[in-house]
């Protein structure tokens, strides 16, 4: 009778140590996905302080180009060392980047220090999702959905309001120092209640691989961020960049296979659905960080919203999301089913981005909102489960490298969407310029001119109404494109296996798991 009491006697303190735990992650979690929702707001007026409209897409590619980069080297250190100390030492850089950030006197500067911030991010990132595998397995995980659920809430729908309204009233520097505070409570409640086995190990970090994969992606989102606009697609530096990019790639996977402690090593790939899921994951990062730099942008310049008014007009996507985020993960919970969301998400993406696309300068907020929210649902449906999948379909002693890939490819998504959809934006805005306004068209955004909603107001009325067609243009080819590129997601998706997931019918595997996480964190 005793034996089959100690389960329930302890499940409440174990169940008081998680949450304890969670609740310190979330507030991590917090800091970064805020940055992301304030930062897009503030970057028309960011753009239009500095100078360059043709640098809009860089503040955002730094970032992501650097958490690309760091996010594989991150997960390995914490897999190697111990996730705590790793984990804490991410924030500490992030939020130097932050305060450097918020400080930018230049749009150089700006790109250099985000950069900085991506490197932070790309350890905050992954050493959450890595914590939270180790803590919880993936059936049981639904249960405390509510408080990523709520972190995602506040980050998303208040993140563009805050963002907006500080952009409005404080200046955008302020953007960047909100994150100094909630940094502060991050660490405090770490250093508190996360206490993880510390870990020794003699191998070396795999520096070879790591460098090797720094250059071929940033060789690669060089590459779709100048072609065509800096430089001809046949020029010698894009050939370059092609070629440097495709040999760094090819050296990176040989270093790997002979690597001791690789920074990615390839046997994960030998699961078809970590393959599958890691596809898809690149393709949601590709679309949901093109939609959220450009939406703000439409929303300022051609339906005339002030930077906290278009924070407001994304609640339609950003509640659709997290709605539908919240439901898939309970229907998940209880069933162990997960294979349709990824399929009805990956409709729902391409339903929403062709809708987005037919948008122009007379299309109202309500239409719009609509479109968002289809889009936004089809997010929804896919963003917890890829990890979910990820997790799940790597060994216990790969948690780390499993969630450190899954980020990885979800973040080179977003890398590569922004850069690319930026170099097509910024032609079409530029091309439909002159051939609406002529030679003054041209001059207005030749070099980036300063395009701010106040800059914008004061141009005649011709330049003006072309600006305001070449915005819209530029978003139609921006959001159409994506379209295209989530059919291929959509297709992956039907190829994911419903394997079993960890913790679906016994507590014993996973509890001896967890026993010293929770145990030293309680």
Not at 21 to 28: I, S
Not at 197 to 221: M, Q
Not at 274 to 287: A, K, N, P, Q, R
Request: charged residues 10%; aromatic residues 8%.
């Amino acid at each position: 009778m005793s034996q089959t009491e100690n389960p329930a006697a302890t499940d409440g303190p174990r169940q008081r140590s998680v949450r304890v735990v969670m609740v310190g992650l979330m507030v991590a979690m917090l800091l970064a996905m805020l940055d992301n929702m304030i930062i897009g707001t503030a970057m028309p007026t960011i753009v239009g302080e500095l100078g360059g409209l043709n640098h809009l897409s860089w503040v955002v590619t730094a970032y992501t180009l650097a958490t690309a980069t760091s996010t594989p080297i991150w997960g390995k250190l914490g897999d190697m060392y111990g996730r705590k100390n790793i984990f804490m030492t991410s924030i500490v850089m992030f939020l130097a980047g932050s305060a450097l950030s918020g400080a930018s006197q230049s749009m150089d500067q700006l790109i250099t220090f985000r950069a900085v911030q991506g490197l932070g991010a790309g350890g905050l990132i992954v050493g959450v999702m890595a914590i939270i595998g180790e803590l919880i397995p993936p059936r049981e995980r639904g249960k405390y959905q509510g408080l990523t659920a709520g972190v995602m809430a506040i980050a998303m729908i208040g993140g563009p309001l805050v963002g907006g309204s500080i952009t409005d009233n404080w200046g955008w520097r302020w953007s960047f120092y909100i994150n100094l505070p909630i940094g502060v409570v991050a660490l405090a409640m770490i250093t508190i209640v996360l206490h993880l086995p510390k870990k020794r190990t003699e191998s070396r970090i795999d520096y070879l691989g790591a460098v090797l994969l720094t250059v071929a992606i940033t060789s690669l989102v060089l590459l779709t961020t100048w072609g065509g606009t800096q430089y001809a697609w046949g020029s010698g530096m894009i050939i370059g960049l092609l070629v440097l990019g495709l040999a760094s790639l090819a050296g990176f996977l040989y270093a790997e296979t002979r690597a001791a402690e690789p920074i990615l090593p390839l046997r994960i790939f030998r699961s078809g659905n970590f393959t599958l899921i890691s596809l898809i994951g690149f393709l949601v990062g590709f679309t949901m960080f093109g939609s959220m730099t450009f939406l703000p942008l439409f929303q300022q310049t051609v339906q005339g919203a002030s930077a906290t008014n278009s924070g407001l007009l994304l609640l339609p996507m950003l509640l659709a999301m997290m709605a539908v985020s919240m439901v898939a993960g309970r229907v998940t919970t209880s069933t162990g089913k997960y294979k349709i969301f990824p399929i009805i998400g990956g409709a729902l993406i391409i339903v929403g981005l062709y809708l987005l696309s037919t948008m122009g300068v007379h299309t109202s907020r309500l239409t719009s909102g609509v479109f968002m929210a289809v889009l936004g649902a089809g997010m929804g449906f896919i963003m917890q489960i890829t990890m979910l999948i990820a997790q799940n379909s790597v060994d216990m002693k790969d948690i780390g490298v499993g969630s450190s890939s899954a980020t990885l490819f979800r973040t080179i998504g977003g890398s590569f969407g922004v850069s690319l959809f930026g170099a097509l934006f910024t032609h079409k805005v530029q091309h439909g310029m002159e051939s609406g306004a002529g030679g003054k068209g041209a001059a207005a955004t030749q070099g980036g001119a300063q395009l701010d909603p106040a800059t914008i107001a004061k141009f005649p009325p011709d330049i003006k109404d072309a600006y305001f067609h070449a915005v819209a243009s530029g978003t139609h080819v921006v959001f159409l494109w994506g379209a295209l590129v989530s059919i291929v997601g959509f297709i992956a998706a039907w190829f994911l296996v419903e394997t079993p997931l960890r913790g679906a019918t016994s507590k014993s595997a996973p509890a001896a798991e967890e026993a010293p996480v929770l145990a030293d964190a309680h």
